[in-house]
């Protein structure tokens, strides 16, 4: 859940000219990349390439995801979920779903879809501006969104955030380190000869 291709992509790339070849990636690690050279039919793959291997991962997942949660709520196997098969401890989240289509039941591919802009940050970040002012303050989010994105107006020093921020730190799972700092080495300064 906490793979970045770029990240990857910029500490396997040995000789940054910005191609990856199987030969560049670490023995142990390189049954597991050698699948996405396959799906490319290439032997040089690009970070795009890499990104967009992995938005399809993403997608396929969140459908399978979603398929498995819907087919354990739709008690009488009917293809349709109704508000009334909605678990008590449920329901708060598939409101908006209900409200949006206007409907009171709805069928998988409906689902999928409201989960999909659930979770696109640009689709959120627009819901959340209230005043339409390109910027979302903390006070703009949902009580239950606030808790997790108090830290990062903090750590930013910051009143609001733009789309751009807010993509960003969206995207981020809770505990995951920011991208936008280098990480720490284990390279320990070279000493002077005599010291």
Do not use: C, H, W
């Amino acid at each position: 859940p906490q793979f970045d291709p770029r990240e990857i992509f910029n500490r396997l790339d040995s000789n940054k000219d910005g191609k990856l070849t199987l030969s560049e990636i670490p023995e142990q690690v390189r049954p597991r990349f050698k699948p996405m050279f396959d799906r490319l039919q290439k032997e040089e793959i690009t970070v795009e390439d890499m990104i967009r291997l992995r938005r399809g991962q993403d997608a396929t997942n969140q459908r399978r995801f979603a398929e498995q949660t819907f087919k354990r709520l739709d008690r009488n196997g009917d293809g349709k979920l109704s508000k009334k098969e909605i678990p008590e401890d449920a329901r708060r989240r598939f409101r908006f779903i209900f409200q949006r289509l206007m409907k009171d039941e709805i069928t998988l591919d409906e689902y999928i879809v409201a989960i999909r802009r659930a979770s696109d940050p640009r689709a959120i970040f627009t819901r959340f501006d209230a005043d339409k002012n390109g910027k979302l303050t903390l006070s703009e989010l949902p009580q239950p969104m606030r808790p997790r994105f108090k830290p990062i107006y903090e750590r930013l020093g910051k009143d609001s955030l733009s789309q751009q921020e807010f993509a960003r730190a969206f995207g981020r799972r809770p505990g995951q380190p920011p991208t936008d700092r280098k990480r720490p080495t284990n390279d320990k300064p070279n000493k002077k000869p005599g010291a």
